[in-house]
């Protein structure tokens, strides 16, 4: 949750300043608890995953905030020592991400670092219609879109519904594990692995993948593989 994006860096008050007309001044705010926090989760993540870490951050310039945040997730890495934990930096991250995705699952950075790259990698997967997204914390969680909203395409019915009906299998896997409710987990999985289905048939695919359906046929299309399962 921290980094550079000024509305989260101050307690009062902005931490994007515009000093002179011509001087503009941000301000990174990096925290040790926050940093424990989010690498806890990514390990904690990896362990149901490929047993994969890669910490993300611009250390060799950015000495202070991310020093700060690599030490955080090299203390939380020795409490998982069946982990595989590597160290990238954000430039070289982007090359490696377009060259070898593969090498890579559970990445772990600061704000907008992961702002970027996430897009990134939701666009090398065929579409940023396929980006699932949930902002999760100990209390709370907000299922949403990798992408923004689509004005220019409202009411076109030519938008791939598959990351915001993805995000929603995430908010039921959170509430799942969050109240002990194998009810929820259950559909989680069951939307997941529809998911799954249709977009592994071309025919039935949206326009941004290449395929031949709108918004409501595809919907109709997943509906039918949720009711096979």
């Not at 047993?51 to 997730?73: I, M, P, W």
């Not at 699952?105 to 970027?116: L, R, Y």
């Not at 409202?154 to 915001?164: D, K």
Request: proline fraction near 3%; hydrophobic fraction near 40%; charged fraction near 20%.
């Amino acid at each position: 949750t921290e980094g550079f994006y000024a509305d989260r860096n101050m307690y009062f008050g902005q931490a994007d300043m515009l000093v002179t007309e011509e001087v503009a001044v941000s301000m990174r705010r990096i925290t040790r608890s926050a940093s424990i926090k989010i690498a806890r989760q990514a390990f904690d993540l990896a362990t149901t995953r490929s047993g994969r870490v890669t910490a993300v951050h611009k250390a060799n310039v950015l000495r202070q905030s991310c020093g700060l945040f690599l030490s955080c997730c090299r203390e939380v890495a020795v409490d998982y020592p069946q982990i595989t934990y590597k160290e990238e930096l954000v430039d070289a991250m982007a090359a490696h991400l377009v060259r070898a995705p593969q090498e890579h699952d559970v990445i772990v950075t600061t704000n907008m670092f992961g702002d970027i790259i996430s897009d990134l990698a939701a666009e090398l997967s065929g579409s940023l219609g396929l980006g699932a997204s949930l902002n999760s914390g100990r209390d709370h969680a907000m299922a949403q879109a990798q992408h923004g909203s689509a004005p220019d395409i409202a009411g076109q019915g030519i938008a791939n519904p598959s990351s915001l009906i993805g995000s929603t299998a995430m908010l039921f896997h959170w509430l799942g594990q969050k109240h002990n409710c194998p009810e929820f987990q259950t559909a989680a999985a069951q939307i997941d692995g529809a998911l799954e289905s249709v977009l592994s048939d071309p025919a039935k695919r949206t326009r941004d993948l290449g395929g031949p359906l709108g918004t409501e046929a595809f919907t109709d299309a997943l509906i039918t593989a949720l009711g096979h399962d």
